[in-house]
């Protein structure tokens, strides 16, 4: 059973587009949702996060919107860069010390 | 510094052989991570220290072992190597002061490849 799904597998923009990353998920008592970003070579590391009373965080060119009726948020890179070329990984948890990862986005971005 | 290191970054080992795994972190930490991640999964959470406290996860109980001999180190064992285990091993360290950010910092990871 997989708890965290991620959509798409991988992703391809032009630099300046926007891209849209999904992650719905199963376990309702999830209250706290990371994005980690993880470039080829090192480990993620935590990009944006966003508690489940929010349905929105914005920091910088990266949004977290949250969903919390239909178990669903999505990460929004606006104005993506070549540097953003990475793997993204949804990573939601609920008060324990557990991260519960999906599968990842594989995302280019073209220039 | 929040950096947490591995070594080695790449290990070979023979099926049967056992294959040893460190991790150390110098943030004073108090939770230690190891997670294994294969292509195309999910990274899995292997098991994790609380202070002393070692909590493994129930699928992967028998087939891992750990220690933490200080607070600024934590290893990773495998008795006896198969070819499934051929993955990179992550480990991460967390802070019991979570504040607004509640972060696992993650080392760059140990490829292993069992033949």
């Known amino acids: 059973q997989q708890q965290v799904r991620q959509s798409p597998q991988s992703l391809t923009v032009w630099e300046g587009e926007t891209a849209i990353l999904n992650c719905s998920y199963e376990?309702?008592?999830?209250?706290?949702f990371p994005w980690y970003q993880q470039f080829p070579g090192e480990g993620p590391a935590l990009l944006i996060s966003i508690r489940s009373v929010s349905d929105k965080k914005e920091d910088g060119r990266f949004t977290i919107f949250f969903n919390k009726r239909e178990k669903k948020l999505s990460l929004h890179i606006t104005d993506s860069q070549p540097g953003d070329s990475a793997t993204y990984f949804c990573?939601?948890?609920?008060?324990?010390?557990?991260?519960?990862f999906g599968t990842g986005t594989s995302l280019l971005v073209d220039p | 510094d929040t950096t947490v290191k591995q070594n080695p970054r790449y290990k070979l080992a023979r099926v049967g052989k056992p294959v040893n795994l460190i991790c150390s972190q110098t943030?004073?930490?108090?939770?230690m991570y190891w997670y294994q991640k294969k292509p195309n999964q999910a990274p899995k959470l292997l098991l994790f220290?609380?202070?002393?406290?070692?909590?493994r996860e129930a699928d992967t109980f028998e087939k891992f072992q750990s220690s933490r001999p200080n607070n600024s180190f934590c290893s990773l064992y495998i008795g006896s190597a198969g070819l499934e285990y051929s993955a990179m091993y992550l480990c991460?360290?967390?802070?019991?002061?979570?504040?607004?950010?509640?972060?696992?910092?993650f080392g760059p990871g140990t490829r292993l490849l069992v033949l």
């Open positions: 990573a939601p948890r609920n008060m324990g010390y557990k991260l519960t």
């Open positions: 376990d309702s008592t999830f209250n706290y």
């Open positions: 220290y609380y202070d002393k406290i070692l909590n």
């Open positions: 943030m004073n930490h108090d939770t």
């Open positions: 991460a360290s967390r802070s019991r002061d979570w504040g607004d950010q509640d972060t696992q910092y």
